[in-house]
């Protein structure tokens, strides 16, 4: 380990400081031993409930192995998500986004958020996505950790098995980006606070030395680098970074978004959000059509709020991510309370506020 690590392990968790839940971002390419590394994070929480979203291919397995030594009352099968829909990169706000939503409803929320990504994700958008305007106020990226197979980089590739990595690229239908193998590796090392070179018990000094320098010359940032074998890195070392990675997103870009970056009038990664007040509404099925329509019309990424309807004692409240919009009565309207619609509008920066308040108030 490191000092710097050692420096880094000893802050008091950003979590704690701000009130927000830190999340640790897991990545790595299938087989680098990411899955190994949370089961000891799980099995090592002392008391710490711990929130798993899980991204990866792999042969995890949500089943009581995963679970094991964790204890009920910290890791349930409840705290380990899931996410099928592919890359979790290529669909951030149509899978990301709902899922953390939804796990910041909860009653009972986690103390920590562990995210392992697929192999094939491009951190960088993951990272962004924290900046979403309902989720940057509840959680922060405590840090990215990205796993390394020490003994592939020294037998001159990036994963273990190449051919498993292209067949995953070719499963996931999601994947809306076609970087090559050695890219992605610059990219998940640029997006890195903490590199774990793991593994090295397949190594001698000589070649383990050999990966180091490979590593670094990787990326033009020098995140700190520990050494493991079989995924065996301290809890303390891997959570409680401190760092906000979210707010420093523009210094990690990928490939992808460099190439792209020629031309454009406003940063992807930034989000608008903006209110929108309505007048009462007469027919509820009618809005939510003409909600699907505007939505896609607008690229809308989330839109949200409470609309009077007129005849009813009690607000409507309007959920919509993507083209999935939820619609129900939540409570009756409270005396002296204002009986006002209003729909909060979420998207990429460079949304038409105009042509879209139109849309919303015609």
């Known amino acids: 380990m490191t000092a710097e690590t050692s ?9 704690a400081a701000t009130g927000k839940i830190p999340a640790t971002v897991i990545t790595g390419f299938l087989g680098a031993g990411k899955t190994t590394m949370i089961r000891n994070i799980l099995q090592n929480a002392e ?12 042969d995890l397995g949500v089943d009581g192995e995963v679970l094991k030594g964790c204890g009920a009352e910290t890791c349930t099968e409840d705290d380990v998500i899931e996410l099928t829909n592919g890359c979790i990169c290529c669909t951030v706000a149509d899978d990301f986004i709902p899922t953390m939503t939804a796990l910041l409803e909860r009653p009972n929320r986690p103390d920590h958020i562990v995210i392992e990504t697929s ?4 951190p960088q958008p993951l990272i962004a996505a924290f900046n979403w305007p309902d989720i940057r106020t509840q959680v922060t990226v405590d840090g990215v950790v990205t796993v390394v197979d020490s003994a592939a980089v020294a037998a001159g590739r990036f994963a273990e098995d190449h051919d498993k990595v292209a067949a995953q690229r070719v499963a996931d239908d999601s994947l809306d980006h076609e970087s090559p193998i050695e890219e992605l590796f610059e990219d ?41 074998s079989q995924g065996s890195v301290p809890v303390s070392v891997l959570l409680g970074l401190n760092v906000g990675t979210e707010g ?11 190439e792209h970056e020629a031309g454009e009038e406003h940063d992807h990664d930034e989000f608008d959000s903006f209110v929108v007040p309505l007048g009462p ?18 690229d809308i990424l989330r839109l949200k709020g409470f609309v009077a309807v007129e005849g009813k004692p009690a607000r409507l409240l309007i959920q919509a991510v993507g083209q999935r919009v939820d619609s129900y009565f939540d409570r009756p309207w409270a005396p ?16 038409d506020r105009a042509a879209i308040e139109r849309a919303l108030q015609a």
């Open 188 to 228: 998940q090392l640029t997006a890195a606070d903490l590199i774990v070179l793991n593994k090295t018990d397949l190594l001698d000094a000589e070649g383990l030395a050999a990966v180091r320098r490979e590593v670094a010359t990787r990326t033009a940032r020098k995140p700190a680098m520990v050494e493991a």
């Open 336 to 351: 002296g309370e204002a009986r006002e619609s209003r729909l909060v509008v979420i998207g990429l920066a460079g949304l």
């Open 7 to 15: 420096r880094a392990a000893d802050l008091t968790p950003k979590g």
């Open 248 to 258: 420093d997103i523009a210094n990690r870009k990928s490939h992808h978004e460099m």
């Open 47 to 58: 008391g710490k409930r711990i929130a798993l979203i899980i991204n990866e291919f792999g």
């Open 119 to 122: 192999g094939l994700a491009l």
């Open 281 to 298: 509404v007469a027919a509820p099925e009618a809005l939510v059509a003409r909600l699907k329509e505007i939505i896609a019309a607008h």
